[in-house]
């Protein structure tokens, strides 16, 4: 009797911490969100500049409205801007798989060190923004189309090689030991015995993957490479309000068709 | 046998060629020139170690740009809460199979979540510094706007997917809606729903570091100052900060939704 009360009495108290602290978890979160509502709001706005709702609703009404001129102008930025993504996410996969292929762990080459390596390259891929990726080749490469479909592939290298190389890990293994007990090559084991097992995976990767590109190459002209994003960038510098929301629903319907085309494609290969 | 064999390989041939060609074409019409696509990953290179390599890692430590990182960090905290309480209300809309009114508020609230993700998080930002001038506020609301479209789509497609036995359940003993989602659906939910909102956290944090670049503050100011200064050293030393910081969110994110999904099974 006497152990089982004071396996009772241990057990409350054991609640009672864990309860206390919850209770100081949730009591910082909020002291947190009061802080940061102090420092980065109150303080940091600019009150005067807002001024009243009036003026608020007065910004936003200049935003009202449809600048049709524009369209017959969009229409090809709108075709770039699709291809961007297209080209972005098939370079991407090119360049994701020899990456995907170190980064596997049971067909990575050279061990640890090709593994490491590879793993690095993938998180350095993902870290970037994509904002990042496209200054850094505007620098490099110069203004237009190129330096967007660049920026494009390498940050889409980061995922696509992950799910790859994830898949590779946990491809069946059996086949692959029929093709190498068969006297196949390196090349061999690749080719007939992991690429048809990893296909459906890769290519509802590449849709996913293409469906986000599109959504971000349609900014890469903010930095200098084409597309929607340019359009957007120059209406925004003219103060052409109208135009700005004409832009932005040239985005909006792009995006749409995409996401429309990816699920039917995704639910074909299912 | 042979013969249908060869045939194969022509199709191939055929399909491969063709591919190659309209992408040749893309090039063409998209006006680049392949020589220096050819060359651009050793232009790529020689940027990185002529300009960017000596890393100017000192200007990293200055208070002024370890308080633009906390100001990102709170940013990124205050556009979540915001953004998470906005979202869970319009994805109880979004959800198909427990939404109160499905001719009305579905087709709604499914539109805001799709638009508010069709819209880059730089564009969010743009349009905000526009309405409400440069400085955070901006910034915690293109991030609100970023994490209804993110937090909307991913708790949505949860809820859709909750057991709809025990729901019904609920209701036919007599719940009222409010009861129905407390008791029938936010218990199959709430694992999902702290795993998604560590998620949305990282993601945010993530968007966070870059949208100064677009007038709102954080680190991504200081980015954008450096850019146009041309100062390489301390832009890249800026760089690798924001990859270090967001690498360590990742890992932090995924320990903790790790930890969460071990706790409740």
Same mark, same amino acid.
């Given at each position: 009797m006497k152990t089982f009360a004071l396996d009772v009495e241990t057990y409350s108290q054991q609640n009672f911490t864990k309860i206390i602290k919850k209770f100081l978890f949730y009591i910082s979160l909020v002291v947190i969100i009061f802080l940061s509502v102090y420092f980065i709001i109150i303080l940091d706005t600019d009150w005067h500049r807002i001024g009243s709702g009036d003026s608020i609703l007065k910004q936003l009404s200049?935003?009202?409205? %449809?600048? %049709?001129?524009?369209v017959q102008y969009l229409i090809i930025p709108t075709f770039e801007t699709f291809l961007m993504a297209c080209l972005g996410t098939m370079l991407g996969l090119f360049l994701s798989l020899p990456v995907a292929w170190l980064g596997a762990r049971n067909v990575t080459p050279f061990g640890m060190l090709s593994f490491g390596f590879a793993r690095f390259l993938m998180t350095i891929s993902r870290s970037v923004h994509e904002i990042i990726w496209a200054l850094i080749f505007v620098g490099a490469v110069? %203004?237009?189309a190129l330096p967007g479909i660049l920026a494009l592939a390498f940050r889409s290298v980061g995922f696509i090689s992950k799910i790859i190389s994830e898949t590779i890990e946990g491809a069946d293994k059996k086949p692959i030991e029929a093709i190498r007990a068969a006297g196949g090559s390196g090349f061999d084991v690749m080719y007939y015995g992991i690429i048809p097992q990893i296909l459906p995976t890769v290519i509802g990767t590449i849709i996913f993957e293409w469906d986000i590109n599109i959504r971000r190459s349609a900014i890469m002209g903010l930095v200098g490479a084409g597309g929607l994003g340019l359009a957007f960038f120059r209406q925004m510098q003219m103060s052409n309000y109208p135009g700005v929301t004409t832009v932005i629903m040239f985005i909006f319907i792009l995006i749409i068709i995409g996401e429309i085309f990816s699920h039917f494609l995704r639910k074909k290969i299912h | 046998m042979k013969n249908t064999y060869q045939n194969n390989g022509a199709k191939k041939f055929i399909k491969v060629s063709l591919f190659f060609f309209i992408i040749y074409l893309c090039f063409f019409y998209l006006n680049i020139d392949f020589e220096r696509f050819f060359s651009a990953l050793g232009r790529f290179g020689a940027l990185i170690v002529n300009?960017?390599?000596? &890393?100017?890692?000192?200007? &990293?430590?200055?208070t002024g740009y370890l308080k633009s990182i906390l100001n990102s960090v709170q940013m990124g905290y205050l556009g979540l809460i915001i953004g998470v309480i906005v979202a869970s209300l319009l994805s109880y809309f979004a959800a198909?199979?427990?939404?109160?009114?499905?001719?009305?508020?579905y087709p709604i609230a499914k539109f805001l979540i799709i638009f508010a993700r069709s819209i880059h998080e730089t564009i969010w930002t743009i349009l905000f510094v526009t309405i409400v001038g440069f400085g955070m506020l901006a910034g915690v609301m293109a991030l609100t706007m970023y994490c209804i479209g993110f937090f909307g789509k991913l708790f949505s497609e949860e809820l859709e997917n909750v057991n709809m036995k025990l729901v019904e359940t609920v209701r036919s003993n007599g719940a009222n809606e409010m009861q129905v989602f407390a008791f029938g659906v936010w218990p199959q939910v709430k694992t999902a729903f702290t795993g998604i909102l560590i998620y949305t956290w990282d993601v945010c944090f993530r968007a966070s570091t870059i949208?100064?670049?677009?007038?709102?503050?954080?680190m991504g100011w200081y980015l954008k100052r450096n850019v146009l200064q041309l100062e390489y050293a301390r832009t890249s030393a800026i760089i690798v900060s924001i990859i270090i910081l967001v690498i360590f969110s990742e890992t932090l994110s995924a320990y903790m939704r790790n930890k969460i999904q071990k706790e409740t099974q």
């Open positions: 200049y935003f009202v409205g %449809l600048d %049709l001129s524009l110069g %203004l237009g | 300009r960017y390599y000596p &890393v100017d890692i000192h200007y &990293v430590f200055e198909a199979n427990i939404t109160p009114s499905k001719k009305i508020a949208i100064g670049f677009f007038g709102a503050g954080g």
